[in-house]
């Protein structure tokens, strides 16, 4: 049972490349959520998506697009990268609100760096 | 929006004394989560609390939650090096999105 499985581990890119952030869960998930970590910033939540086919914006959207590709997948793509989007990168899931305790699994993370 | 400011930012112990950590909130939450992510780790799932004035124990943490669930607190007894790294409260918000708060990094001298 792998829980949540992220790539790719790390990542640098130039400013203005794109590139996708893949993760996957096989957990019977519900919901999938898109977390940036930058130090002193705690965990800030980029997109979301409770249930399949459908996504959400969190506190940070700006700059980043995700698909919810079937229920085990949600990608995270940044289209012209900068370096403000240098982050440690973390895709979490639960079972979602309707399990009454909205509990999240985190996969561990990718670092990205963008010069 | 609701947020939820934690305190202390930072917090170095030696081995042995008791750490606490607060989650604070201008208004009523529904519920709140504790996460421990270790150094260079991910978030692991700690607890959860949903009732008024709730008081649940692992070992040595004690986790609370106000009378108002407006604030949290997160309590280890006699710290260990194990006990180190961040520490994160976080709430379900009215679309079922959870947010977290800025964390509190224990640093524990052995």
């Known amino acids: 049972n792998a829980g949540v499985t992220q790539t790719p581990k790390f990542q640098v890119l130039k400013t203005g490349q794109s590139m996708t952030l893949q993760c996957a869960q096989d957990m019977n998930h519900n919901s999938m959520y898109w977390y940036r970590q930058d130090p002193g910033m705690g965990l800030r939540l980029i997109y979301y998506s409770a249930s399949e086919g459908t996504t959400d914006k969190g506190e940070v959207p700006n700059g980043y697009n995700v698909s919810r590709l079937n229920k085990r997948e949600f990608s995270l793509r940044l289209e012209s990268a900068a370096p403000s989007q240098t982050s440690v990168y973390f895709c979490?899931?639960?079972?979602?609100?309707?399990?009454?305790?909205?509990?999240?699994?985190f996969g561990a993370g990718s670092r990205l760096t963008v010069l | 929006g609701q947020q939820v400011m934690q305190i202390p930012q930072y917090q170095h112990v030696q081995e042995g004394e008791d750490f606490t950590t607060y989650c604070n909130s201008s208004t009523t939450l529904s519920n709140i989560q504790w996460y421990k992510q270790r150094p260079g780790g991910h978030p692991v799932f700690l607890i959860q609390?949903?009732?008024?004035?709730e008081v649940k124990k692992q070992k040595r943490l004690t986790f609370q939650f106000g009378e108002a669930k407006k604030n949290s607190s997160l309590h280890i007894t006699a710290t260990q090096t194990t006990d180190v790294g961040t520490y994160f409260c976080a709430y379900s918000g009215n679309t079922g999105k959870l947010i977290f708060g800025q964390g509190t990094t224990l640093q524990v001298k052995p």
């Open positions: 979490a899931s639960s079972e979602g609100e309707v399990s009454g305790a909205n509990v999240l699994t």
């Open positions: 609390l949903v009732k008024s004035g």
